[in-house]
């Protein structure tokens, strides 16, 4: 199966500002394709770090002597960079969306269209699946994640269906949470509904706001000054969470300053306006249509 177009391919690579003989990271390879831009801006002198923790993306490695693709956390890429004697970069790029190729996969668990199991993990050596969460979470917990990571206003009326059915029958399949949560969403937002609760359970299982946060705070280290950092969100909580770390130096989104009373900043803003994808490219893809890039520059 194939892995995604990239979305907003051009706009992101030029976000980067490539040196030719510069050092980049590609934070979320996937299919390779934002690296196979990357490589052909750079010169013989140039190196590119690209990271996934999905084993499948491994089979996507590129041939050439400039790349090195290494699987893991990107929370993680600091360690890992250290390892191999980078101490410093020119860019960092990040797409975080789950690609097509995780979506049409019904044994990866990630999309309700198909049949299969709750999984949803990224890293399929991890422990926790979408089912654990579904059967093994406390109410208030579960109802948590649904309220907070799918901004469901109806978490608590799911959470209650939800218990009351795993007490007598394990739910391990997406039909089966597909078939008990369907009749009380009415049916012009189902899909819209069950969408979400899908994402709020991703999100869990793959701790994926927690590993923004330690790549974004990762990068700021990492970065040379006016290194460039490249990321495409797709929901509003990822946004939210770059927006406020370019642009205020935290995750709360609040002006702090030091003792001489500077702002507490790490980038300033290249594109002060978030950059979507264009009707035509939103036509060919209807997946990035929820895309947004932000670009910044390490002061």
Known sequence: ?????????????DGLNIKPSGTYVDLTFGGGGHSK????????????????????????????????LIRGNFMYFRNFLRYEGVQQVDGILADLGVSS?????????FSFRFEGPLDMRMNRNSKLTAAKVINEYEPDALTSILKLYGELPDAKRFTTKICQNRET????????????????????IQNKTLAKVFQALRIEVNHELE??????MGASKQLEPEGRLVI???????????????????FEGTNTTDLQGNRNVIFEQVNRKVISPSDDEIKENSRARS???????KL
């Not at 590119?48 to 590129?62: R, T």
């Not at 495409?232 to 935290?250: A, C, P, Q, T």
């Open 1 to 13: 199966m194939a892995y995604h177009v990239p979305v907003l391919l051009t706009e992101s690579i």
């Open 37 to 68: 831009l990357i490589l052909e801006h750079l010169n013989r002198h140039g190196r590119l770090f690209a990271f996934d923790q999905d084993e499948d993306a491994l089979k996507n490695a590129l041939d050439d002597k400039r790349f090195k």
């Open 101 to 109: 190729y995780h979506f049409d996969s019904p044994e990866r668990g």
């Open 169 to 188: 029958h394990k739910i391990e399949k997406i039909e089966e949470l597909a078939e008990l949560l369907l009749p009380m969403i009415p049916q012009k």
């Open 211 to 216: 590993a923004l946060k330690a790549m974004l």
């Open 232 to 250: 495409i969100s797709y929901h509003s909580l990822e946004d939210r969470l770059v927006k406020n770390f370019i642009k205020f130096g935290n």
């Open 291 to 297: 895309a947004k890039l932000r670009i910044a520059s």
